[in-house]
């Protein structure tokens, strides 16, 4: 009878402690991923075409991610509209984490020039700022001009004959010519493309007189003699360009421009997910060489982008990222729509 009920004991005692672990062995798996994501792929969604900034990023991120993660990563071109294709792809994305984007923060302008299905203000969820870049004005060598003092008094002289090219609307390489217009009085003709490639090759034939470049682009072009720079758009010298004049300093007063880049995720995406990809993109950008790895392709040059050390760490990043769509957002709210 004693010997009955002590295997009955441990009978029950397998059953307890064997039911205890099966249930553990499901709930984990749960847990997982309700604190992450499935092992689906990931999608980075690209605004813009091959080859530029946002590109560049999310193609020095993605293995990193998917190291980390153990899961797929993959970049997907979306290109189109100034961003608004990729945009409205994202929107329209399942907010659970398996698609997210990098992009520009003159995103917020895409409304002023195209009829979109999305608010740039509720459409989507900020994640964490990546990186920011100075741009430069640079003129084809064919202008007669060697510096921006120069480069006005030519441009004024011709009127609108002048030209200078811009992937598209609403672009920072449109932007930033449209505040060095108003604040110097030339007229510029602005011819917008449909992507950078375009631009870039009939600026190199000598279709356009000039064009805003990243930095790190321009500084490859004006060193072998392809264009000439005019100036930075930083309000002062980049320190890592510090040969570089910015173009308020050369008499262009009050000119400001900085390219920031930032993640993003389609709106109501659960808060466990994006403090998962804020924590692990900052971890990630913080990773010695990761800063220099998303330059020009022929090689690291200084004063291409530039990671925002610290902006991206817990929900500060998130706050600066949403402070800096809504001064954008209020700041181009008088801009023309086409110049």
């Given amino acids: ?42 999608r980075i969604l ?8 946002p590109d560049l990023i999310a ?32 929107a329209k994305s399942t907010p659970d984490g398996h698609t997210i984007n990098i992009n520009v923060s003159s995103t917020v302008t895409i409304p002023l020039f195209f009829k979109v299905p999305f608010d740039v203000l509720t459409s989507f969820t900020p994640i964490t700022m990546v990186g920011s870049n100075i741009f430069a004005l640079v003129s084809h060598p064919s202008v007669p001009a060697t510096n921006v003092e120069e480069f006005i008094r030519w441009a004024k002289t011709r009127g609108n004959v002048a030209n ?51 930095m790190g682009v321009a500084l490859n ?18 320190p890592l360009t510090p040969d570089i004049p910015s173009l308020h300093e050369m008499g262009v007063t009050g000119f400001h421009g900085e390219m920031s880049l930032a993640a993003w995720g389609p709106a109501n995406m659960p808060p466990s997910i994006v403090n998962r990809y804020n924590s692990e993109l900052h971890a990630i950008l913080t990773q010695a060489g990761v800063g220099g790895a998303h330059q020009h392709p022929r090689g690291p040059r200084p004063g291409a982008t530039r990671r925002i050390r610290g902006a991206g760490a817990g929900g500060a ?5 949403g402070r800096l769509r809504n001064t954008q957002t209020s700041a181009i709210s008088s801009f023309p729509r086409e110049r």
């Fill in 1 to 42: 009878m004693a010997q009955s009920a002590f295997a009955d004991r441990r009978i029950r005692r397998r059953i307890l402690f064997g039911g205890a672990a099966t249930m553990a062995s499901l709930l984990l798996p749960v847990a997982s991923r309700a604190q992450g994501l499935s092992n689906r792929t990931v």
């Fill in 46 to 53: 690209i605004a813009q075409t091959p080859g530029t900034t």
């Fill in 59 to 90: 193609r020095t991120l993605a293995p990193r991610l998917q190291a980390r993660w153990n899961q797929p990563f993959i970049v997907e071109n979306r290109a189109g509209a100034a961003g608004a294709i990729g945009m409205e792809a994202l």
């Fill in 164 to 214: 200078y090219g811009s992937p598209g609307n609403g672009t920072y390489h449109h932007l930033f010519m449209e505040q060095f217009k108003l604040l110097t009085g030339i007229e510029i003709t602005h011819i917008p493309y449909k992507g950078s490639a375009g631009a870039f090759t009939d600026f190199m034939g000598g279709q356009l007189s000039a064009m805003f470049l990243p």
């Fill in 221 to 238: 072009m004006s060193r072998d003699g392809k264009v000439r720079m005019l100036g930075g758009s930083g309000r002062e010298r980049s």
């Fill in 317 to 321: 990043g998130r706050q600066h990222q």
